[in-house]
Structures are given as structure tokens and as C-alpha cells.
């Protein structure tokens, strides 16, 4: 099968978990014998044409969209940079003859759409030209409000007239465009649909994989084995609630934890200070993947203190894949991941006594836990597999737009 996947950003170019999981997907179909085309955003690329590469197996094609700044750098130009730039991502009139050149030369059975934002909503319009049928994974809420994580200033966000109004734009160009709608989380197509998005399209929740060979890690000894080993893997930031596990941690008193932070962020100085002189509670910066995996084989227990409608984080499954428990704020679609008793427990967000309070009580039930996680089936193949299925569904039937 020929697969040309969209993804406005694409590794070595890299913000969050979407990229990464287009990658992962783009990768295991082209291990699997399709032929794959990726077509995505370069900030050295030209605006006229794409610098072609070919990665892993698969070709990667790259172009810059006309646009105020380039989609991976939108978190460091200034905010009229970034208001030009929300316009021309609903709308880029350049993006929409690139992606239809490019497609109409690849000529794919199917089409993956996975964020789009920094290519635009005329993605849509591009794909909606071709006879291919067209896939989408929501990984975000961006044809919700213009912020896409629906998350300002500390605090979760709901879309009012102006973005009612955006909605009834963006809501006809991706349905009438798309076959199905995929999402690794039923909360968010569930949060689409709540506000009038996409119920006339096909949808179904379709669970992440992850490749558990880039996990293997020889096994090692606990360094304290009586002491309850806490670890938070991911962007220091507000949205994901890490102050909460800080004053959690610091509320117990206990001198057998601790707190084992990984990640790099623009909160990172403000989080060191809330930590204090607390030395059970250690900044590790960012990591390699190695170091990664020995930090996962060494917790009791990672912690997803998300304060934000988070859809499916890798973090839960790279944990899983080490045989780590998993406690996780019940929002968005952490809860969909944790099997409370069985795999870790989940705990009201924002409430770091909830969070201190359930670490005490259950921190000897790790070992019991880690026994049922090593049960659970989270493999890229399984994923892709049922992604595959999914694809000879829609190129084998008819069109439902």
C-alpha cells in the first residue's frame, strides 16, 4: 500500500508526543513493506519546493510554509508574530497548492493527516481534491479553539462565541474532507462532539503503541530498595501539573522517598525553587534514551500529574513498557490508561494532598502492580496492526465524503 502521511512537524523538528508518534507509525508501515511519504514542515527548507530526504526507510519530504515564523518555531517568536501566525493557520493559501502538488505526485492509496496546524486547515481543501480516502488523528483541540491544548494561563479553557464561530469554519472543511476520524483517546473525540465537531464522520478510538525494543535496558538493582521511588518524565510546564507532584512530595514526611524529575521546560527554575532544599527531590534535566529507561526500571511508581485535558501520554505506555505503575490525574485520557488497582490509580487533579495521600497509602503495592503492567499488550505492532485494518477498510470500501 502507498501511505502518504501529513504532520506539521516531523523529528529531528520536535515539540510534543504527535510528531513522535507520526514518526513511529511512518516508520513500522514502512518496516512492514508499504511505501511511505511523509510530507511535513522544515524551518530550512525553501518556501518554492521541498528538500527531499530519504530516513529510515521512507521518504520525508519537507517544505516552509509562507507564515510569520516556521511551525517549530512558534513557542520563541514574539506574540504579533504568533497572532500573524493563527491567521495563516487557519488559512494558508500556499499550503494548500504545496500539499495538493506534492500529493497529486505521490499519488498514495491513503492519506494519515495527523497535526495539521502548522500547515493549516487548507490541508483539507488539498486532500479533498484527491481520490484517496483521508484519515485524521485528533491529537489535540485545535479545531476547537486556536489554542489547541484548550489550556491558558493555569487554567483550563472553554471555547466561547468568537471560537464557536471558528468552529463552524474549520468543523465542514475537515468533514467533508475525511473518512475517519482516529483518536488513542475516547475523551477527546467525546470533547469534539460535545461542542457539534465532526458527528457526522466515522470515529474510533485507536490505543498508541510503542516500539518496546527502544525500551530494553538490562535489568537493575534498586538503589534503596526500602525507599518509594517517584519519577515524572516530560515538559516542565504548568499544563502538566508538575508543582502539584513537588507539593505532594513535600507534604509526606517520610525521609524513604523521592522525587526523580526528568525533563527540560520554561518552568524548570521555578519548579527548583518550589522544591526547595527538599533532597529528596532531584532535577535531572533532560536525558538520554538510554538514561530514560533506567530511570523508568528504577521507579515504584511514574507519576502523570496533568492539570490539562491531556489525551493519551506516551509517558504512561514508556512506563508500562518497563513494567512501571503508573498514578495519574483523572483528566483528559489519563484515566483511559490506568486500570485502578491493577496498573496504578488515579487522583483528583490539582489536589497535591489527594496526590500525598494515595503515594502514602499505596506505595506497597508497587511490586504487585508492575506484575500486571508486564500483562499488558502495548505494542507498535498491535497499533499498527489495527491502523493497517483501519486503512484496507476505506481503500477497499466506499467513500463516505
Known sequence: MEIAIISDLYPPEVIGGAEKHAADDAEKLADEGHIVTVLTSGAEAPFHRVDESETNGLTVRRFRPVNAHAPIRYQDVSLPRKLIGHGFNIWNPHADWMVEKQLTDIDPDIVHVHNYRGLSGAVFSAVGRLDAPVVLTLHDYAALHIRSGLFKDGEIIEPGPLMKLY????????????????????????????????????????????????????????????????????????????????????????????????????????????????????????????????????????????????????????????????????????PELIESGETGYCFEPDQPEALAELIVSRRDEAAELASNVEELDISLDTHVERLVDTYESLVDGPRTC
Open 167 to 334: 468552529q463552524r469554519y474549520i468543523d465542514p472543511i475537515i468533514s467533508d474532507n475525511v473518512d475517519m476520524i482516529l483518536s488513542p483517546s475516547q475523551f477527546v473525540i467525546d470533547r469534539h462532539h460535545d461542542e457539534g465537531v465532526f458527528t457526522d464522520v466515522p470515529t474510533q478510538r485507536l490505543q498508541l503503541g510503542i516500539d518496546e525494543s527502544e525500551l530494553q535496558f538490562e535489568d537493575v538493582d534498586a538503589e534503596n530498595a526500602s525507599e518509594t521511588r517517584l519519577l515524572y518524565a516530560g515538559q516542565l510546564n504548568e499544563s502538566k501539573g508538575i508543582d502539584v507532584l513537588i507539593d505532594a512530595v513535600k507534604s509526606i514526611d517520610s525521609s524513604d522517598i523521592s522525587l526523580h524529575v526528568l525533563g527540560k521546560g520554561p518552568e524548570r527554575e521555578a519548579l527548583e525553587a518550589r522544591a526547595g532544599d527538599d533532597d529528596r527531590i532531584e532535577f535531572h534535566g533532560f536525558v538520554s534514551e538510554s538514561e530514560l529507561v533506567r530511570q523508568y526500571s528504577l521507579a515504584d511508581f511514574t507519576v502523570v500529574p496533568s492539570r490539562w485535558y491531556d489525551n493519551s501520554p506516551m509517558v504512561i505506555y514508556e512506563s508500562y513498557a518497563r513494567g512501571t505503575p503508573v498514578i495519574g490525574a483523572d483528566i483528559g485520557g489519563i
